[in-house]
C-alpha cells in the first residue's frame, strides 16, 4: 500500500485480481518489464548494476529502505541512528576508497570492508 496507494492495493488484496506484468510497471511495483527471451540479458544487466556498488553501501541501502517502511513517518523514517549500517558505512575502508576514486577519476575497486 506504501508503494502504490491504499486504493490501488486494496483492489489487488480483496479481489485476489492477478495483475499484469504491464500494469505492476505501470503502478510502479515492477521496475522493467522485458520479452522472455531477453530476461536472462536483464537480469545480468541488472545483477551487474548492482555488483559495480559497494557490498556494504548496498547491504546500508536494503537496510535503510526496508527499516524506514516500517516507520510511522518520514521523521522517523529519515532518524538515521536507527540504522546500524549507516555508521559501518562512514567508517569503511570502501568509503575512503569511493573518495580516493573520485578524485582520481577512476573506478573504485570495493572491497567490502
Known amino acids: 500500500?506504501?508503494?502504490?496507494?491504499?486504493?490501488?492495493?486494496?483492489?489487488m488484496i480483496l479481489t485476489g485480481r492477478a495483475v499484469s506484468a504491464a500494469e505492476g510497471l505501470r503502478l510502479g511495483f515492477v521496475s522493467e518489464v522485458v520479452p522472455d527471451a531477453d530476461l536472462p540479458a536483464a537480469a545480468q544487466r541488472w545483477a551487474?548494476?548492482?555488483a559495480a556498488c559497494a557490498p556494504i553501501a548496498i547491504r546500508a541501502s536494503k537496510q535503510i529502505t526496508y527499516g524506514?517502511?516500517?516507520?510511522?513517518?518520514l521523521a522517523a523514517a529519515l532518524d538515521f541512528t536507527k540504522y546500524d549500517m549507516v555508521q559501518v558505512v562512514l567508517d569503511s575502508e570502501d568509503a575512503l576508497e569511493g573518495k580516493r576514486a573520485f578524485a582520481e577519476?577512476?573506478?573504485?575497486?570495493?572491497?567490502?570492508?
Open 1 to 11: 500500500p506504501r508503494a502504490i496507494g491504499m486504493k490501488r492495493a486494496m483492489d
Open 48 to 50: 551487474a548494476q548492482i
Open 68 to 73: 524506514a517502511a516500517d516507520q510511522p513517518d
Open 105 to 113: 577519476r577512476r573506478k573504485p575497486k570495493w572491497t567490502g570492508r
